[in-house]
């Protein structure tokens, strides 16, 4: 292949694929900012009706790519991943025409959004889990879908016609919330807690690192309860 068909290549390259994904990325920052606002609004109208000062409600912003939301004995983090995703060509979405026929609608943003307990992350006790509960995927024309537990397995599918709006926007972060709160703290098995070392015990008043973490999404079929 001689050199100037390979620069023309490049170029089309260039000016297509990697400005399609700056011009992705860019639009994501201005979706999270939205999300950011959202959220806030949504602690605020629950802040005004729950009158118990126990309960926590409110956020910690950390920075552009990044929100706390603490919310009674939950955190969640909702994170702008800051690179452009192609959807795999094995994902079904690929049979959707809107996708078939045209590919550049393949390239996503993706916001993250994972639970921990708010006691983890107020006494750092940095060995504790948190689960990832959801994933919003968005393309250029703001057409998404979300993967994760609960409702967000099948409550935002509709990448051929859905579009990402207020709205949406208010639905995610609401069964984000209920998502969350739906899910217990079990207690550990109690062959995890029989053995502790000398250090362990002297430290239990300060700082024990006993891992915690909630089960999610493996409710038994009698526990089941729809959220949303």
Not at 19 to 47: H, M, N, T, V, W
Not at 63 to 76: A, R
Not at 177 to 188: K, R, S
């Amino acid at each position: 292949m001689a050199i100037h068909e390979n620069r023309k290549i490049l170029f089309e390259l260039l000016t297509q694929k990697a400005a399609l994904k700056q011009d992705i990325a860019a639009d994501g920052l201005a979706l999270f900012k939205e999300f950011k606002s959202i959220i806030s609004e949504e602690i605020d109208s629950l802040a005004k009706k729950v009158k118990d000062p126990r309960i926590r409600l409110y956020t910690e912003v950390k920075g552009d790519f990044e929100i706390y939301v603490y919310i009674g004995s939950d955190v969640l983090v909702f994170h702008l991943h800051n690179n452009v995703f192609y959807l795999p060509e094995t994902d079904g979405f690929w049979n959707v025409p809107y996708l078939k026929n045209d590919p550049s609608k393949g390239y996503f943003n993706s916001i993250y959004v994972y639970n921990f307990l708010a006691e983890s992350m107020i006494q750092n006790r940095v060995e504790d889990l948190g689960y990832l509960i959801a994933r919003i995927c968005t393309n250029q024309d703001r057409h998404f879908f979300t993967e994760g537990k609960g409702a967000f397995q099948f409550q935002f599918r509709d990448l051929q016609t859905a579009t990402l709006k207020k709205k949406e926007i208010q639905l995610i972060v609401q069964t984000a919330f209920a998502q969350a709160i739906d899910f217990d703290l079990l207690i550990p098995p109690f062959e995890m807690m029989e053995e502790l070392m000398v250090g362990q015990i002297l430290q239990i008043s300060e700082d024990l690192q006993l891992k915690t973490g909630k089960r999610l999404g493996f409710k038994r079929k009698e526990e089941e309860d729809e959220i949303f």
